[in-house]
T-cell receptor
Framework: GAGVSQSPSNKVTEKGKDVELRCDPI?????LYWYRQSLGQGLEFLIY????????KSGLPSDRFSAERTGGSVSTLTIQRTQQEDSAVYLC?????????????FGPGTRLTVT | QQQVKQSPQSLIVQKGGISIINCAYE??????FPWYQQFPGKGPALLIA?????SEKKEGRFTISFNKSAKQFSLHIMDSQPGDSATYFC???????????????FGKGTKLSVIP
């Protein structure tokens, strides 16, 4: 079956611009997670959704970062006023539900480059 | 505080050899330990996982060994093949036995190169 899909696969933006990254989870997966992967920091947790609610936003690095999920499916991660340190690969994962958070399946990621 | 430490950073193994990657964790609340395999340009793929009440789990050429008292676990890749060349991440989460955290805590990764 189809896995987690993310778009765009690559995004180059100028410093100060806003960007939106999209994630489409595996069909039937109610839990969705965003992570950031960078050379220096490895894989870092950003935010978790159960349905359309985000009970854990503990990893969002600043108030420039926000995320939403609609219809219990697609999620969008928005970064406002991008900075060069935001350059990274943004990964989305999904799981069957909160009770299966230990089995997360990742998408291919969006590589964000801020110039 | 790095809760999961992974070593080595990189590893070169001859085809047919055994690749061994080690991880150590600090948080005794973790109750599930997955390994992920990542190829360049792809997302991490769940490879194999273990719970702390099991000392070893084997799936094909991949084996996890778990030492609860030492808070260590390792991935062994038997008969390593060039197609195994990838970056491997160990991870830990508190979430298998009831409510817990929803975030995977990852090691820094090991880049494995299997040479013919």
């Amino acid at each position: 079956g189809a896995g987690v899909s993310q778009s765009p696969s690559n995004k180059v933006t100028e410093k100060g611009k806003d960007v939106e990254l999209r994630c489409d989870p595996i069909s039937g997966h109610t839990a969705l997670y965003w992570y950031r992967q960078s050379l220096g920091q490895g894989l870092e947790f950003l935010i978790y959704f159960q349905g359309n609610s985000a009970p854990d936003k503990s990893g969002l690095p600043s108030d420039r970062f926000s995320a939403e999920r609609t219809g219990g499916s697609v999620s969008t991660l928005t970064i406002q006023r991008t900075q060069q340190e935001d350059s990274a690969v943004y990964l989305c994962a999904s799981s069957l539900g909160a009770g299966r958070s230990y089995e997360q399946y990742f998408g291919p990621g969006t590589r964000l480059t801020v110039t | 505080q790095q809760q999961v430490k992974q070593s080595p950073q990189s590893l070169i193994v001859q085809k047919g050899g055994i690749s061994i990657i080690n991880c150590a964790y600090e948080n005794t609340a973790f109750d599930y330990f997955p390994w992920y395999q990542q190829f360049p340009g792809k997302g991490p793929a769940l490879l194999i996982a273990i719970r702390p009440d099991v000392s070893e789990k084997k799936e094909g050429r991949f084996t996890i060994s778990f030492n609860k008292s030492a808070k260590q676990f390792s991935l062994h890749i038997m008969d390593s093949q060039p197609g195994d060349s990838a970056t491997y991440f160990c991870a830990a989460i508190k979430g298998y036995s009831g409510a817990g955290s929803y975030q995977l805590t990852f090691g820094k990764g090991t880049k494995l190169s299997v040479i013919p």
